[in-house]
Nanobody, 122 residues
Framework: QVHVVESGGGLVQAGGSLRLSCATS????????MGWYRQAPGKQRELVAQ?????????AISVKDRFTISRDRDNAKNTVYLQMNSLKPEDTAVYYC??????????????WGQGTQVTVSS
């Protein structure tokens, strides 16, 4: 089994900062990428940021230059962080951590955390 656990959400005023953490553990052969998605009420889940095993990053246009995704220097801990600065009310959503893995047969697998609420007040 694979477990994905997020932490770090909460309530913050506009302009403030929050840091989310996500740890993946369990029977993992290889992690290809880890990332953060978010879903606001009445909207579809969208990609916020992703980091690959090679260290390449991708950001949604709406968060570029405000959010930074990083991973633990000891990559064996399978932990990623999302530093969110200059938060806006429109960043309010449930944030989900996503882990993309491959097994020894190179079959892809997708795992999700339960989500953490981020609320930005104006």
């Amino acid at each position: 089994q694979v477990h994905v656990v997020e932490s770090g959400g909460g309530l913050v005023q506009a302009g403030g900062s929050l840091r989310l953490s996500c740890a993946t553990s369990g029977s993992i052969f290889r992690i290809n990428a880890m990332g953060w998605y978010r879903q606001a009420p009445g909207k579809q889940r969208e990609l916020v940021a992703q980091i690959t095993a090679a260290g390449s990053t991708t950001y949604a246009i709406s968060v570029k230059d405000r959010f930074t995704i990083s991973r633990d220097r000891d990559n064996a801990k399978n932990t990623v962080y999302l530093q969110m600065n200059s938060l806006k009310p429109e960043d309010t959503a449930v944030y989900y951590c996503n882990t993309q893995t491959a097994d020894f047969l190179r079959r892809p697998h997708d795992y999700w955390g339960q989500g953490t609420q981020v609320t930005v007040s104006s």
